[in-house]
């Protein structure tokens, strides 16, 4: 049986093509021209335009294992990790599609097929869902497939927001979506957590494996849905959850890769207890990061490059907090390419440059670093629950501490951030820097001579700068 996590991720793709899928490379975690989103979320990102019936290509199935990026933008899972058993920002999908081809049936009995019969999962420790008043995808499972009523539940679209489960799946705030049917395990009562619509479900004793899209609509911007051309599959599958049954552990972060990844990380930062979460943290965002300067996210103050910066700096953050007073998390990216690199030639071409990337980050913050911490803790000395928005603005102006960083600390130690102070404090500061701006442009304009006189864009520019 396949247990490593390259055995898996062949397995998955032999299976496949074995029902006529061509097997298509992992696309980039920026998406190509898609402003609708930050990063490459799911497998079915690089098909979006066939689902629409934009774009054609030459098969009508396709099986892919893509790298995945779920920080900043809709699917967020950066404040999931160090916290669950299950969340990573960046993570491998394991996807199958087919383009107005077949639907729910073959979908759900192949994907039973796999599980059961290639991966060996035991029977007794699936259920699944279905959406709400999807009477096909229910008997398909408890008729066709014989799964027990009992477990197979249905979910709605959660619209009412009572529990997290939401069978209803979106790429992004628009673009192609329709019901689903997920596929969860249970790894035992000796996990704490409900089966997924009831209100413990949050826990990490079932785990969903494997989402099935039943892809029919596209949202529009007014929260109006159009009918695709043709009734498509999307499914979506985490590789390291899926490796973390077939390996015998709980935990995602028990797996090979991650095994490794902490303990070089615990290495880097003289860490005893392998257990620390702050190793998870640390692993997750190598990973993050080194493929996102694989794919050409440097970090910076905006955008893309900002979400860059911030998964760097919670990262050395971490190592920080666990004694670590200089740069260290460059030097887990040799670790990561031995791990990874074979199945992602880009990363291990890209090694030098990661850790270069990283290393300039590094050094850059840890000038601020400690500054930033005292006064953070500091204001975090009393026995206050909220930390004021002007300290956080500070932490942020002066100390390079983005936000969400500021909110782990604080997370950490049982206290919110006033964010409504925050952006206020943003705001003044903006506004000051566009009356500093349009004193300059009066004052150039002065020099010229000019008066009001529209001297060209060079000096009228200047105020828009700064803002
Ligand atoms: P969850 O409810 O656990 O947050 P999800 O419903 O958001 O997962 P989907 O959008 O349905 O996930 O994605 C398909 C599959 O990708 C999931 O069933 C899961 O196996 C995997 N997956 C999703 N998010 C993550 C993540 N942050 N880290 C690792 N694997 C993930
Ligand atoms: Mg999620
Ligand atoms: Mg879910
Ligand atoms: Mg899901």
């Known amino acids: ?183 969860f395990y249970d790894h035992g009562p000796h996990i704490p957590g409900g089966p997924p ?88 965002h190598i990973r993050a990061t080194s493929f996102l300067v694989s794919d050409g996210v440097i970090p910076s103050n905006e955008g893309r490059g900002y979400v860059q910066r911030r998964i760097i700096r919670r990262a050395i953050r971490h190592g920080y907090k666990l004694g670590q007073k200089t740069p260290f998390f460059h030097k887990l990216v040799p670790v990561l390419v031995e791990l990874m690199g074979a199945a992602y030639p880009n990363l291990a071409k890209q090694a030098q440059r990661i850790t270069e990337v990283l290393k300039t980050e590094e050094e850059r913050f840890y000038l601020t670093l400690a500054n930033g911490m005292e006064i953070l803790d500091g204001a975090l000395a009393g026995d206050q629950k909220v930390l004021p928005g002007d300290v956080a603005f500070k932490l942020h102006d002066t100390y390079g501490f983005p936000l969400d960083l500021t909110n782990d600390v604080c997370r950490e130690r049982g206290v919110t951030v006033d964010e409504a102070g925050f952006q206020a404090a943003m705001e003044r500061q903006k506004a000051q820097a566009r009356a500093a701006g349009k004193f300059k442009m009066d004052k150039a304009l002065e020099y010229t001579g000019a008066g009001n006189r529209f001297v060209g864009y060079e000096t009228l520019e200047s105020p828009a700068q700064v803002v």
Not at 262 to 270: G, P
Request: glycine fraction near 8%; charged fraction near 25%.
């Open 197 to 284: 619509g009831s209100p413990e479900e949050d826990g990490d004793r079932f785990i969903e494996i494997w989402n099935h899209v039943f892809m029919q609509f596209d949202m529009k911007e007014d929260g109006s849905v159009v009918k695709l051309p043709a009734p498509c599959v999307d499914t979506g599958m985490g590789l390291e959850r899926l490796a973390a049954i077939l390996q015998h552990v709980h935990s995602n972060y028990e797996i090979d890769i991650f095994d490794a990844l902490i303990k070089a990380a615990a290495r880097e930062t003289h860490t005893a207890d392998l257990a620390n979460p702050s190793l998870k943290v640390i692993a997750d």
């Open 1 to 183: 049986r396949p247990v490593s996590v390259a055995d898996i991720r062949k397995s998955f793709l032999d299976f496949f093509a074995s029902k006529g899928h061509t097997v298509v490379a992992s696309s980039p975690l920026v998406p190509g021209n898609d402003p609708t989103l930050m990063f490459t979320n799911s497998g079915m990102v690089q098909f979006k335009d066939v689902f629409l019936g934009t774009d054609k290509r030459p098969y009508v199935r396709a099986a892919s294992v893509q790298a995945c990026l779920r920080a900043g933008g809709k699917h967020n899972d950066l404040e999931n990790v160090g916290y669950t058993a299950r969340h990573h920002t960046f993570f491998e999908m394991l996807g199958n599609w087919s383009f107005g081809d077949y639907f729910k049936r073959e979908s759900l009995k192949w994907g039973w097929e796999l599980l059961t019969e290639v991966y060996g999962l035991p029977k007794e420790r699936l259920l699944a869902t279905v959406y709400i008043d999807d009477d096909e995808a229910y008997d398909i499972w408890t008729k066709e497939i014989g799964l027990p009523p009992e477990r197979v539940i249905r979910i709605g679209d959660n619209k009412g927001g009572k529990y997290k489960s939401d069978n209803f799946w979106m790429m992004a705030d628009t673009g192609p979506c329709g019901p689903c049917s997920e596929i």
